[in-house]
T-cell receptor, first 112, second 117 residues
Framework: DAKTTQPPSMDCAEGRAANLPCNHSTISGNEYVYWYRQIHSQGPQYIIHGLKNNETNEMASLIITEDRKSSTLILPHATLRDTAVYYCIVRPPSGSARQLTFGSGTQLTVLP | GAVVSQHPSRVICKSGTSVKIECRSLDFQATTMFWYRQFPKKSLMLMATSNEGSKATYEQGVEKDKFLINHASLTLSTLTVTSAHPEDSSFYIC?????????????FGQGTRLTVV
């Protein structure tokens, strides 16, 4: 799977948008970009994923650059409960037998 | 959405004893489940891939005789930490992906905090 690079930590003010970057310059054409987050002492939670187009769901928006070498996860109105480690993962759609490989992620701290 | 349930959420055991952790997919059948381990302030590290009806596949450096995995049904995988030692204290997490389509998300259990004293 392609390697991803994320900043180790970020702060965001409560109520503001949190923009979490991810670099995946070696991504292959069939690899998807997935975002998960892990709140302290819990299992990871799926947020969103995409291939080429920007995606939006009830939790977040995913912006993928045209060359697909980087992406940004946007939490439009961050709350204190969004404080977590956010993982950006790229993987091909090769069926259910592929595990996710986690990097170091970004520790997002939402400040009151 | 699909849910993966893990039990227990935390356990304390004495050195030398064995501990079993269960991972259940609640509303889908999972032919493959994954077991991860996470040490404090570290990322998740894959330990093994659990395959229904066959032997698990272990990652390099993970002792198969110490971390016994059984995937006897399409909805249940168990991880048994045998002869536990304090260095086995960690956060253990399972995951499964619904096999309906290739690019669906993986679902994770809530994790098991193991403390060996």
């Amino acid at each position: 799977d392609a390697k991803t690079t994320q900043p180790p930590s970020m702060d965001c003010a409560e109520g503001r948008a949190a923009n979490l970057p991810c670099n995946h310059s070696t991504i292959s054409g069939n690899e998807y970009v997935y975002w998960y987050r892990q709140i302290h002492s819990q299992g990871p939670q799926y947020i969103i994923h995409g291939l080429k187009n920007n995606e939006t769901n009830e939790m977040a928006s995913l912006i993928i650059t045209e060359d697909r070498k980087s992406s940004t996860l946007i939490l439009p109105h961050a709350t204190l409960r969004d404080t977590a480690v956010y993982y950006c993962i790229v993987r091909p759609p090769s069926g259910s037998a592929r595990q996710l490989t986690f990097g170091s992620g970004t520790q997002l701290t939402v400040l009151p | 959405g699909a849910v993966v349930s893990q039990h227990p959420s935390r356990v304390i055991c004495k050195s030398g004893t064995s501990v079993k952790i269960e991972c259940r997919s609640l509303d889908f059948q999972a032919t493959t489940m994954f077991w991860y381990r996470q040490f404090p302030k570290k990322s998740l590290m894959l330990m093994a891939t659990s395959n229904e009806g066959s032997k698990a596949t272990y990652e390099q450096g993970v002792e198969k005789d110490k971390f016994l995995i059984n995937h006897a049904s399409l909805t249940l995988s168990t991880l048994t930490v045998t002869s536990a030692h304090p260095e086995d204290s960690s956060f253990y997490i399972c995951s499964a992906r619904s096999p309906i389509s290739e690019n669906t998300e993986a679902f994770f259990g809530q994790g098991t905090r193991l403390t060996v004293v």
